[in-house]
């Protein structure tokens, strides 16, 4: 079962089918997946979020909300960990495997450090904690959405050595093969081939790809740059002990106090 939530003001809005997948006509609406089995949460952010301007679809698990995602167009999806059927991690899984580039938020109670660090290593592109304010996860989608947006700038492709990254088709190709990347990972990985060469600390990178402040003490960025390295190769990124991370070309000498190990900061 799954129910619509058009945004307040867009009556003008409305769906069709094409290419297997149905889209909506009408000024373009961020189309929101929300994957919860809860019926008052679910009712809460499809009115919220509506009065925020979004479009939202709702499920209650985890395989009709997989349906939906392969049917639909969908910008992004809310995904709750605890559901009926299968852990949302297996669900996020799925997701990845479907789509690996679509921004995944997980919303649930578990408020546990391991329990986020394991969405966010799962693929997740942000973790919000119930309970949650609607203003702030419509602003965490909104970060998750403009990078999306900025994908029709001018340095939309970027180019560091066998590496390209399409900010317009949202691929990382590496020695001619497609990497496959989640959308907080590319973003990333944007980020450190547009400062190439220079040192960004934990907090800088905080700000230039989440967008919003973290705890201080979330080990989120070390998350995403060993899964980086895991994807790309150890070799483009180095640690500056006590500083931060350098992008790198493989084959340059490192700088010294920099090391290519994965080490933590």
Do not use: C
């Not at 483009?236 to 006590?242: D, N, Q, S």
């Amino acid at each position: 079962m799954s129910t619509v939530t058009r945004p307040w003001g867009s009556a003008t809005a409305r769906a069709h089918w094409g290419n297997g997948r149905r889209r909506w006509e009408g000024p373009r609406v961020s189309h929101i997946l929300l994957i919860e089995d809860d019926p008052r949460i679910r009712l809460i952010v499809e009115r919220g979020l509506g009065a925020r301007g979004f479009i939202v679809t709702s499920s209650h698990d985890g395989p009709s909300g997989l349906e939906i995602v392969q049917k639909l167009e969908v910008d992004l999806v809310i995904l709750d960990l605890i559901l009926p059927g299968a852990h949302g991690l297996h669900v996020l899984e799925d997701l990845r495997t479907i789509r690996p580039r679509l921004p995944v938020i997980v919303l649930t109670a578990l408020d546990d450090a391991g329990a986020k660090v394991g969405g966010l290593d799962a693929g997740a592109d942000d973790y919000v904690t119930k309970p949650f304010s609607i203003d702030e996860l419509a602003a965490r989608i909104r970060a998750r959405l403009r990078f999306r947006d900025a994908a029709g700038a001018a340095d939309a492709t970027l180019k560091a050595g066998p590496l390209t990254v399409d900010l317009i088709t949202h691929r990382a190709v590496l020695h001619g093969k497609e990497v496959a990347l989640s959308a907080r990972e590319l973003a990333l990985l944007a980020t450190f081939v547009r400062h190439m060469g220079q040192v960004l600390s934990r907090r800088q990178l905080l700000e230039l790809v989440w967008d919003i402040d973290f705890d201080p003490s979330s080990n989120v960025v070390e998350v995403y740059v060993a899964a980086l390295r895991r994807k790309i190769g150890a070799s483009f990124l180095e640690t500056v002990r006590g500083l931060g991370y350098r992008f790198v070309v493989p084959g340059d000498q490192p700088a010294p106090g920099s090391e290519r190990d994965g080490g933590a900061l």
